[in-house]
């Protein structure tokens, strides 16, 4: 059994989501970053998250929201994680004890020393993606993955990975790999042969076979 999690983010349908699911996947994130092309209404959301399993974790992510905007989604409880990727600071994420859900910071790789911010963050996970100098991810580049080195937390592997790289993504034995524009026709439109070969490159490279499951 395959002991790192796989998250596909950027869901905007339910087929997509539904396909995931009965591919395997661990996580299901969907985007509240109102200038994405992934953006999706909290309304939305709940409906795909009403339609699938319970025991897939479904992940909130933001963009440097206010404290408001978050209660107003995650106090719903239909989500077990939230996902900040914007330019959040250490001090904003230790205002969100309030919140049941689990944290997760990203931090967009150009160096080491921004790997080394990950220790300054109370959250419960880092995600490390690509660098950008205008885009807060889904960018389809990736950092150089020799640099995560041996963090003691929950990491999040993000940033231009595809199915023909998957396989040196789970080499880095991190908590998760976490999969959006590599698997798309388009931004926030999943490519359903490529998210089936991703799967199989997964369940190749590691024995594991996803349980026949139903919504």
Same mark, same amino acid.
């Given at each position: 059994m395959i002991s790192i999690k796989i998250k596909i983010c950027g869901i905007t349908s339910i087929d997509d989501a539904k396909m995931a699911v009965d591919l395997g996947v661990d996580m299901l994130g969907f985007n509240f970053y109102a200038q994405?092309?992934?953006?999706?209404?909290?309304?939305?959301?709940?409906?795909?998250?009403?339609?699938?399993?319970?025991?897939?974790?479904?992940?909130? +992510?933001? +963009?440097?929201?206010?404290?408001?905007e978050l209660k107003c989604v995650v106090e719903k409880g239909f989500f077990n994680w939230i996902q900040?990727?914007?330019?959040?600071?250490?001090?904003?994420?230790?205002?969100?004890?309030w919140?049941?859900?689990?944290?997760i910071k990203a931090i967009r790789v150009q160096s080491a020393d921004d790997i080394r911010k990950a220790d300054t963050y109370p959250v419960d996970a880092i995600l490390l993606d690509a660098f950008d100098k205008t885009l807060y991810g889904g960018t389809g580049?990736?950092? !150089?993955?020799?640099?995560?080195?041996?963090?003691?937390?929950?990491?999040?592997?993000?940033?231009?990975?595809?199915? !023909?790289?998957? +396989?040196?993504?789970?080499?880095?034995? +991190?908590?998760?790999?976490?999969v959006c524009s590599g698997i798309e026709s388009e931004p926030g439109k999943k490519d359903p042969q490529k998210m089936r070969l991703l799967f199989e490159n997964i369940r190749r490279a590691t024995g594991w076979r996803a349980a026949q499951r139903t919504t």
């Open positions: 994405s092309p992934r953006y999706l209404s909290f309304q939305q959301a709940e409906e795909i998250i009403r339609q699938i399993p319970t025991f897939v974790d479904t992940v909130a +992510v933001f +963009v440097n929201p206010s404290p408001t900040l990727h914007g330019d959040e600071t250490p001090e904003f994420c230790r205002t969100l004890n919140t049941n859900a689990r944290i580049k990736t950092f !150089d993955w020799a640099l995560v080195g041996n963090l003691y937390r929950r990491i999040f592997l993000a940033g231009g990975i595809t199915p !023909d790289n998957i +396989v040196q993504a789970l080499e880095r034995d +991190v908590y998760c790999i976490d």
